[in-house]
């Protein structure tokens, strides 16, 4: 089997798909069609895991060249934007099969998609294209697939796919879930951080957690001065520097939780689809999540009992302080591998399997 991903900027959610699929299906060919930077200038690591690279100048034309170069059996394409897989459906013409991944839907947003470029001039039309046009399509929770069916009209094979994390890339043993916490409780936060007013612009929520005599420890994706200058005022708000992929999972199980609550004042309704990558790294690192009204989220963490969904911060540390987290840690550490890429790469198999043998473009 040949794959082709398309993505504009080359995306972690790629790479996790790569090495689950190599896991399970070692003569699996992949390639990776792209524009903007490469994972490695990107996120600084991964892209030996893709055998084949091709840097999209002009989508149309690159696709192309990159098809009749590779000869995929499947094209998977991921947004944001959408853009990339209505190019791909033009030159394919329905002689492969295109899947399209949807990692945030751009009718739910109220911010742009900041990856360098310039927004797209018509997204509500490219998102419909993209969906309906496609011979599949796969989202991170099943959140987004109800949004997507209450707005558009999509192909019969559909795939809820979260963002699981990497076994491979998890500590291969935990602590003691049965240890008791020693004095305050400790959050940490790992990721993307803003000052756009968007989701990712945490600054009030970290300075709500912390005036609580909350420990919170933070480790930035990328680098993030404003929030530094945050957490020199606050002692009990503490940054640190960037970690590659491995160092950070060794650290995170040192914390009491793994915070996931976000600023929902412009994009609650995308919140409430997302099952964000973190969420299932701290799952994996043997922390509970603690997160806020976020639909997704909070279904997940109270479903299988390994977190909390907070509706206030008001008195967070009694309410920390009131969660069973030992019966949590014993549930996460349970279920922890269920929640990975390997665990699961064989539902995104069996839809490849499916739409290759359909021989159309939708069904």
């Known amino acids: 089997m040949r794959i082709l991903f398309l993505q504009r900027q080359p995306c972690i959610r790629a790479l996790k798909y790569a090495v689950g699929l190599k896991t399970l299906l070692p003569t699996v060919r992949l390639g990776f069609a792209y524009q903007g930077r490469t994972l490695s200038e990107w996120y600084g690591t991964g892209d030996s895991e893709f055998e084949r690279w091709w840097r999209l100048d002009d989508p149309i034309s690159g696709i192309g060249h990159a098809i009749s170069e590779f000869a995929p059996d499947v094209i998977h394409s991921h947004n944001l934007p959408d853009s990339l897989t209505v190019a791909a459906l033009k030159v394919v013409d329905s002689q492969i099969p295109v899947i399209h991944d949807v990692h945030d839907l751009q009718s739910l947003r109220r911010t742009p998609y900041e990856d360098g470029f310039p927004e797209p001039a018509n997204p509500l039309g490219l998102e419909k294209q993209a969906i309906e046009g496609s011979a599949a399509v796969v989202a991170v929770s099943d959140d987004l697939l109800g949004e997507i069916q209450r707005r558009h009209i999509p192909p019969a094979r559909t795939l809820a796919f979260p963002n699981y994390a990497l076994r491979r890339d998890l500590p291969t043993s935990l602590q003691?879930?049965?240890?008791?916490?020693?004095?305050?409780?400790?959050?940490?936060?790992?990721?993307?951080?803003?000052?756009?007013?968007?989701?990712?612009?945490?600054?009030?929520?970290?300075?709500?957690?912390?005036?609580?005599?909350?420990?919170?420890?933070?480790?930035?994706?990328?680098?993030?001065?404003?929030y530094r200058e945050l957490g020199d005022a606050r002692p009990s708000l503490r940054m640190h520097e960037t970690l590659d992929p491995s160092s950070l999972m060794r650290r995170l199980p040192r914390y009491d939780f793994g915070w996931a609550g976000f600023n929902d004042a412009l994009n609650a309704a995308h919140l409430n689809t997302a099952l964000p990558n973190k969420v299932f790294e701290y799952l994996g690192c043997g922390l509970p999540v603690v997160t806020l009204r976020h639909q997704a989220i909070k279904r997940l963490v109270e479903d299988e009992g390994v977190g909390a969904a907070l509706t206030t911060l008001d008195d967070l540390q009694g309410q920390l302080a009131g969660l069973d987290i030992v019966a949590m840690r014993r549930r996460v550490a349970a279920a922890r591998v269920r929640f990975t890429v390997e665990a699961n790469i064989g539902r995104l198999v069996e839809l490849y399997e499916s739409v290759i043998g359909s021989g159309s473009r939708r069904g």
Do not use: C, M, S, W
């Open 176 to 226: 003691d879930p049965e240890r008791r916490r020693n004095g305050r409780p400790t959050l940490v936060y790992q990721g993307t951080l803003a000052t756009n007013g968007g989701h990712y612009d945490l600054r009030d929520l970290f300075k709500a957690i912390v005036a609580q005599d909350v420990r919170l420890d933070v480790y930035p994706a990328r680098p993030a001065g404003q």
